[in-house]
């Protein structure tokens, strides 16, 4: 009860802003409502990023005129034809970029998403994909808009724990990370990555489900020996992992970006195992990622910590193969109602739910704790 009311007043508690935060986005796919309404939906949540997965013209040309920074998608169908010829990536850049820019501010191109778990047969083409685009944009005259790729973190990071450890994946036969680590530090761009504490979490039965959404009590902690540091919560294990990485690759202090992270609120009963997919681990999620980005404190091994990160999603996405079935990862519902009850910034409040939830997660707690001191 009384670590109960502690972890209330931790949740009122709002750390002061420190400067250079990293921007707070969400992600938007393919899916009704119509493009209009869009920058209405973000204004209400007071969001200023927005990454698109479907570029479509019509949701781009919404944002004429908004200082809404827009991160646009290649598909993953159109890498490979992108990679063999510069030309497609211009006419991709005509239909996509010429027509808004600088009107509507793009900032990015993610050629591609999970492109090496999508198209595993067509790995050799992601690089020069991504070349064809930046020298393209370069062409056009555009050179202020960078250019990467989103990869997954469980396509692209090997042994992640301890995140000391943690290794690029090797794709036989292409040289792939090398190359694009060297074309992110060469065009000062970030490296993106979709990270999701909930597929670790539930990959893992290890993992206690208070370490993944971020609360805080006693020994809620993992400890990486080999680099001596601790982790308070999964997400910052799995950036370090990122972070390690690089550094073993040969790269260190490519902005790291996080194209996706989230936690699913409901699932249309279907798979069964789903005891997990709840508002309530959802909102605790989700403000305690906002509450860590706001503190300005970064990660064990990074100290300025990421410098984005897009909330997957703005609305449910009608199924499309990257998530399981069923499931609703949207903060707002279709009718523009906000499925949770916090801010993305100013102030929020605790409610009952999470009180509940706090409740289940310390007897569980307690419970491990017991269990330790038996032995
Ligand atoms: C965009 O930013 C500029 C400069 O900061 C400001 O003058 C303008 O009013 C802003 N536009 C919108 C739509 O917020
Ligand atoms: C465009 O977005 C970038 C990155 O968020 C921001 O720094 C810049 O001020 C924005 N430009 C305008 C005109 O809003
Ligand atoms: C590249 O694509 C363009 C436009 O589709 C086409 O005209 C050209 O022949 C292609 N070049 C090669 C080498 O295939
Ligand atoms: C890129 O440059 C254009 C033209 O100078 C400017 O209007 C735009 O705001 C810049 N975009 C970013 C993301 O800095
Ligand atoms: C990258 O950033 C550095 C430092 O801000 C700058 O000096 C350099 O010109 C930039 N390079 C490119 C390709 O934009
Ligand atoms: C919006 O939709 C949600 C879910 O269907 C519903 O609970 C809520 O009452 C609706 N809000 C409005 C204002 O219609």
Redo the contacts with the bound molecule.
Sequence with gaps: MFRCSTFSLFLLSLLPAISSLPCIGVTHHSHPPSSHRIPTALHSLNINSLLLRDSDPHIIQAFLYTNVSIVLTIPNTLVSSIG?????AL?WLYRHVVPFYPRVNITTISVGNDFTVASPKFVDLLFPAIRNVHLSLREIGIRNVTVSTSFSFTGVITKSFPPSTARFQDFPGVDLIGPILQFLRHTNSSFLINLYPYNMYRLNSAIPIGFALFLEYPFNFRDDVAAGVRYQNLFDMMIDAVVSAMAAAGYENIPIVVTETGWPSAADAVAGNEEDVNKVYAEIYLKGLVKHLKSGKGTPLRKEGVAGVYIYELFDEEKKGTQESGQHWGILYPNLTNRYSFQFSGSWSAGAGEAKACMKILLEVSFLFLLLLSY
Excluded at 84 to 88: G, I, Q, V
């Design positions: 063999t010829n510069r030309s497609h006419q």
